[in-house]
């Protein structure tokens, strides 16, 4: 794992191809160490500093937003929220941290390029675990609500920065820390259920999940390191490998400077919608089961501590099925007929969850699909896309949307309202399945034009994307 080229801009979809594994030994290139001893150890040395740090940065960034379905079913809404019997002041609170998070991911990105990554990153992380500890001492839905929307705007400009350090691989390993935050989020759940204290259980929830990030807040300002060219985590020796491992296959970034024609190009461009759309449908599913699996989970007759405890074998699952899938994807160079295929194991779940009501079986069956199915399609797409910001803004649209249309009602509204949430997402996986289709089909072609029109790229050619971004004619797509 190395520092990954950040992009510009958000401007289009999907990463350049890794055949070009090598670099060219041309003379006149500058020196390689593809493959060398020092590269290697090099690699080892950032991942014993970075993965660690990023990876339990995304557990608790995961965790924070998602702890509110857990504390519902431990006594959150009749608590502060009157009853909260129609679920609608419920629904405001979920949802209040998707309209901050949308709003403010494009330019929290963009500003990010002004300062050094460690001390963003560190800043995002102090700022939602302080906000996410103070839910604890909600009084009423007012004050919960300017928590929810504070902690969007502290995450907001976390994924896309942090994604600086990784290499495309390294994305299934970071966002299955996503799914290891549901399991672990369920186990401490059950844990804070079975405490007898005079405080609520759901407040203690809140300081439990909210007190680590402050302090990987503070760990990550001194030991995340900055950008290779200027961080003192390494020597001058290791810089100038990490610099030339960074732009091996392509040399487009420059830097803390944002490029104004490849944000025109952005909103030109198909092809992000269309991935937008996939994205939209896959957290509009992801929301719905997110937030309400230990919901759904306790309908089928369980108590509140067993539902939240049952909410941790789906997730396992979940994140075997993640690394399965991006791994063999990875070796294949294929995207799309992956992410056709995890979208339609979603999709095939929420149909049974809408299909086969009396069967609690087959219903906690479905879990596993749709959490497999979902949390791979979006762990695909992030590898699959280079132009995060603009893209995450349109897809976590669908967040809110999931959160909206999945909601608990008192009985017997139960089965109803979330048969149609149940049945928005199926639809919108079936269209993501699509989608990818469409996607990757359309990169074939477009790379097969390419390589009529200049030749295929030897391997280890240099691609300059500084100023035509991936209309560089050396560019290739994953399809």
């Known amino acids: 794992m190395l520092w ?21 030994r041309n003379p006149e290139d500058p020196e390689s160490f593809a493959n060398s001893l020092e590269e290697k150890r090099l690699v080892r040395k950032l991942d014993r500093r970075i993965l660690p740090i990023t990876c339990l940065l995304y557990l608790f960034a995961s965790l924070d937003r998602s ?130 204290s005079s405080v609520q259980n759901w407040r203690l929830l809140f300081i439990i999940e909210g007190v680590p990030p402050v302090i990987l807040g503070v760990v990550t300002y001194f030991f995340l390191p900055n950008r290779p060219e200027s961080t003192a985590y390494l020597n001058e020796r290791e810089r100038k490998i990490a610099v030339e491992r960074m732009n091996r296959d392509s040399s487009g970034d420059t830097g803390a400077v944002v490029n104004k024609a490849h944000v025109l190009a952005a909103f030109r461009d198909w092809r992000l919608y269309v991935g937008g759309a996939i994205y939209f449908g896959l957290n509009c599913a992801l929301a719905s089961i997110g937030a309400f699996l230990p919901t759904i989970i306790a309908t089928f007759g369980f108590t509140n501590a067993l539902a939240q405890l049952l909410t941790v074998p789906p997730y396992v699952v979940s994140a075997i099925v993640m690394v399965s899938f991006s791994f063999s994807s990875d070796r294949l160079q294929n995207r799309g007929v992956f992410m056709t295929i995890s979208c339609c194991i979603g999709a095939i779940g929420y149909l ?43 897809g976590q649209c669908g967040s809110v949307l999931g959160r909206i249309y999945t909601r608990r009602q008192k009985a017997p509204d139960t089965c109803k309202v979330s048969s149609k949430g149940f049945g928005v997402s199926c639809a919108l996986l079936f269209l993501a399945a699509l989608c990818s289709l469409i996607l990757s089909i359309s990169y074939r072609l477009d790379n097969t034009q390419r390589d009529r029109l200049y030749g295929k790229p030897k391997p280890g050619t240099r691609v300059n994307t500084h100023e035509l971004a991936d209309k560089a004619p050396e560019f290739r797509y994953v399809p």
């Open 352 to 394: 049974l969850l809408l299909t086969v009501p009396d069967n609690n079986h087959v219903r906690y069956f479905a879990t596993f699909c749709i959490t497999s199915g979902t949390y791979t399609s979006i762990g695909l797409t992030i590898a699959w896309c280079a132009g995060i910001p603009l893209f995450m803004a349109i």
């Open 67 to 196: 702890n509110i379905g857990n504390a519902r079913l431990q006594g959150l809404p009749d608590d502060v929220l009157g009853g909260d019997k129609t679920g609608v002041l419920f629904d405001w609170l979920t949802s209040a941290f998707f309209f901050s998070y949308i709003i403010c991911q494009i330019p929290a990105t963009i500003f990010s390029k002004l300062f050094p990554p460690r001390a963003y990153v560190a800043f995002a992380a102090i700022g939602w675990g302080l906000t996410s500890s103070l839910m604890a001492t909600g009084l009423n839905f007012g004050s919960l609500l300017t928590a929810r929307i504070a902690l969007g705007v502290f995450e907001a400009g976390f994924a896309p920065v942090i994604t600086l350090y990784f290499c495309d691989r390294q994305f299934a390993l970071w966002f299955g820390f996503a799914t290891v935050a549901g399991a672990f989020g369920g186990l401490i759940a059950f844990g804070v259920q079975h405490i007898h």
């Open 4 to 24: 990954r080229k950040k992009p510009e801009v958000p401007y289009i979809l999907l990463e350049q191809t890794s055949e070009l594994e090598e670099v060219s």
